[in-house]
């Protein structure tokens, strides 16, 4: 096998209760019978010889296997006699066996637990291409297409296993911009390969999407248009989703990308997003098909000398006022801030708009903006901030957890060895699935776990590990961007320093820096942005005094003699950050060298050569950010540091 298994390489454990030894249960679905290999599996790499006991149980401690059929996932274990039973409804069964199996592995005593998740769409969306590459991917090339074919491999069976694992049930195979032989997966083309990845899938519950090109009826249909109230383009789709539904058990749905940087969609035609997404959720009805309809639409021709355009206002300004005219098997996917997945952004706005419409909340677990998978930057804590968010615009439903109806976050995984490039990557990977089945889930305790599962249960390793983890993405946030401005990285890559990169770019994405201030204003008298919220949290936002620091510059131009809270200038602030991060930086990387010869060599050495090319951007990152501020203002640090003029 050229791949680990992460966090499912199961260790020996020294004492185990005697209940392993016996399995009682004859679990029907194919769900159900991966439960049981699972479990007979896991078992046994653990050091137990499970034997199948059938009606024993009343005689010998045993776990017991009870399966339900239905669609709720509902899981239960409890102690029964002195053996356990783990029952589950639908593909609960399989949940229940892997949540046995990781805390026997993390050698604790079970607690009994009944659960069913948050959300009923829990999903991983692959921008995978057909070629093989994989856009914003940083850990090799893709798994589901080799040479412009989707293929299903040893490696798609241990892909589902590791999502169901951790709780995720949907994959969506491909990329949202749809080129190539992509295009193709929606007819006939593929039709074997992608049936046996559906069926690959299944078996652990997984769901297959796809995402698909708007202009699909003409790309591959030949008409002339794609207008969505055209009746020979909704036969078209009608018909295309007869044909694929009926070939490919366990498709759930597509995802769409449409009038979306240069990607075609209904606006194209006078049409609104609704009439676009509401065309397509009638062809996928009849097959209990959904279509997940991104909300990723804004200007990106803009001048950057237009300072009235607003890109965060944009998800807002298009959907807010379609509230309530998308059909029911439509989900509004946006994502977690108004812009694009920075490290620190507030939450999108237009949550607080939608009571009529279901949504899908976007995490990106790719660190496209957050190191690319060479800096270790944990996104949990984060991904937990903004569930927790209150929209305090009425007592229920008032936070992002609640007021969401499903969950994905863009995947972090390729072909490499360790299937996310940085071992510690993987850590975003399964604290995602964990958080998406229970979002007031703890992130350290999350840390804690995948660090016993993946890397043994040393003490020193433990807690080295998870504080890396849990310092790291304050220790990313500290060097790069500050106070929420964004967009300082190399245009194109996103990866390393340069502040003005963008400035004057058409992606309207401006810090609007001069020797003065720095920041857009986005209250009132600025591009109104703040207005989007609640008239609580507007008002708090628009209020320099009561915005939280540390989206500060998100929300307002700021002058660089300006006071934070603890007395020190804006400009000081960001300096103290920049050598902050960096020196914090250095004690992860010095953290992590002591843990020679207490991990497997080839993990530590990975991990190693990665925090040492993290501290060399790290240093890049602060000089240029200092340097650059400090020659626009001739302001020096006060404390005298060196910065490179
Ligand atoms: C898949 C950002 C990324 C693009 C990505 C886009 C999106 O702009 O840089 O690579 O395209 O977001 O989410 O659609």
């Known amino acids: 096998m050229d791949y680990s298994l992460l966090w499912l390489d199961w260790k020996p454990k020294g004492l185990l209760p005697s209940y392993v030894n016996c399995i009682c249960g004859l679990p029907a679905t194919r769900q159900g019978k991966a439960a049981m290999r699972e479990l007979i599996s896991g078992l046994q790499a653990m050091g137990a010889s499970p034997e199948i006991c059938g009606s024993r149980s009343s005689v010998v401690p045993a776990i017991t296997l009870k399966e339900y059929l239905g669609k709720d996932e509902k899981v239960c274990i409890r102690r029964c006699g002195d053996g356990i039973e783990i029952s589950g409804t639908g593909q609960g069964l399989l949940y229940g066996v892997f949540r046995f199996l990781r805390h026997l592995a993390m050698g604790e005593e079970f607690p009994e637990w009944e659960s069913s998740p948050a959300y009923p769409i829990r999903m991983l969306d692959h921008w995978d291409n057909a070629d093989g590459s994989i856009e914003r991917g940083y850990a090799g090339l893709s798994f589901f297409f080799v040479n412009g074919k989707p293929v299903c491999t040893e490696r798609t069976r241990d892909y589902a296993r590791l999502m169901a694992s951790c709780g995720l049930n949907g994959c969506c195979i ?93 606006h194209s035609y006078g049409r609104s997003q609704a009439e676009g997404a509401n065309m397509l959720a009638d062809a996928v009805r009849p097959f209990g098909g959904r279509i997940l309809w991104r909300c990723f639409v804004y200007y990106c021709t803009q001048d950057w000398r237009d300072t009235k355009t607003d890109r965060a206002r944009a998800q ?64 949990i804590p984060m991904f937990r901030e903004i569930l927790d968010f209150r929209f305090r615009s009425r007592p ?207 993990v530590f050495r990975r991990v190693q050569e990665r925090l040492r090319i993290q501290l060399r951007s790290a240093a890049e990152w602060r000089d240029v950010v200092n340097t650059w501020l400090y020659r626009l203002t001739m302001i020096p640090d006060e404390k005298g540091r060196k910065i490179y003029p």
């Open 174 to 266: 491909n990329n949202v911009n749809v080129h190539g032989n992509a295009l193709k997966l929606l007819t006939g083309s593929y039709k074997r390969e992608l049936r046996r990845i559906a069926q690959c899938l299944a078996e652990y519950g997984v769901s297959l999407w796809l995402s698909v090109s708007f202009s699909a009826p003409m790309e591959l249909g030949g008409l002339p248009t794609a207008d969505p109230l055209d009746a020979d383009v909704c036969q078209w789709w009608k018909d295309t989703c007869r044909q694929l539904f009926t070939s490919i058990p366990n498709l759930a749905g597509f995802l769409v990308k449409a009038d979306s940087e240069g990607r075609p969609g209904p």
């Open 316 to 379: 807002c300004d298009h959907f807010a006022p379609l509230d309530g005219q998308f059909r029911e098997n439509v989900y509004l996917q946006l994502k977690n801030g108004p812009v694009d997945f920075q490290i620190r952004e507030p939450v999108s706005p237009l949550l607080g708009h939608l009571e009529h419409t279901a949504s899908l909340m976007e995490f990106q677990i790719a660190q496209e903006y957050t190191g690319q998978q060479r800096h270790v930057c944990y996104l």
């Open 396 to 602: 229920e439903k008032d936070k992002t957890s609640e007021r969401i109806s499903a969950i994905c976050a863009v995947s972090n995984t390729g072909d490499d060895f360790n299937w996310t490039g940085h071992d510690l990557a993987a850590a975003n990977f399964f604290g995602f699935g964990l958080l998406s089945w229970d979002p007031t889930a703890d992130p350290e305790a999350i840390a804690k776990e995948w660090s016993i599962l993946t890397f043994g249960d040393d003490p020193a390793v433990t807690e080295t590990v998870t504080g890396i983890l849990m310092r790291s993405r304050s220790v990313y946030e500290k060097y790069t961007s500050p106070l929420g401005i964004g967009w300082m990285c190399v245009p194109g890559t996103h990866y390393g320093p340069s502040p003005e990169g963008y400035e004057f770019d058409r992606w309207g994405t401006y810090l609007r820096a001069n020797h003065l201030e720095i920041g857009v204003e986005r209250g009132p008298e600025g591009t109104g942005y703040t207005e989007q919220y609640s008239p609580e949290l507007a008002a708090m936002y628009r209020d320099i005094g009561t915005c939280p620091e540390e989206l500060l510059l998100f929300f307002h131009r700021v002058p660089y003699a300006y006071r934070m809270k603890d007395g020190r200038t804006l400009l000081q602030r960001i300096y103290d950050d920049h050598f902050e991060g960096y020196e914090e930086a250095e004690a992860m990387s010095d953290a992590w060298d002591r843990l020679e010869g207490k991990l497997e060599d080839g």
